[in-house]
């Protein structure tokens, strides 16, 4: 059983910055691979970004890639989401996963956590 706590969002200008992070608990969160997903207002989630057991693989949905970046560290049971040059259609409620499914699919992760809300004004 794997628990997944986020923090670090907020409301940001566009433009801005912010870094989330998911902390886990469970002693086998270093065998997870570990994803970030997103659901904006009126919208289906979607997938944001993935990074396996050793961080050596790592994806990012198209509408992030080059202004986000995922990182994990294993010591500290916890995941990252380093968010640069925002937009306000990042505006999403932002959950970590845990799961060793397919790495974009949310049928692929087993654990959810509740969710930041991340806004960014125009």
């Known amino acids: 059983q794997v628990q997944l706590v986020e923090s670090g969002g907020g409301l940001v200008q566009a433009g801005g910055s912010l870094k989330l992070s998911c902390a886990a608990s469970g002693r086998t969160f270093s065998s997870y691979r570990m994803g970030w997903f997103r659901q904006a207002p009126g919208k289906e989630r979607e997938f944001v970004a993935a990074?396996?057991?050793?961080?050596?693989?790592?994806y990012y949905a198209g509408s992030v890639k080059g202004r986000f970046t995922i990182s994990r560290d294993n010591a500290k049971n916890t995941v990252y989401l380093q968010m640069n040059s925002l937009k306000p259609e990042d505006t999403a409620v932002y959950c970590c996963?845990?799961?060793?499914?397919?790495?974009?699919?949310?049928?692929?992760?087993?654990?959810w956590g509740q969710g930041t809300q991340v806004t960014v004004s125009s």
């Open positions: 996963a845990a799961g060793n499914g397919g790495s974009d699919r949310e049928e692929g992760y087993d654990y």
């Open positions: 990074i396996n057991w050793s961080g050596r693989n790592i």
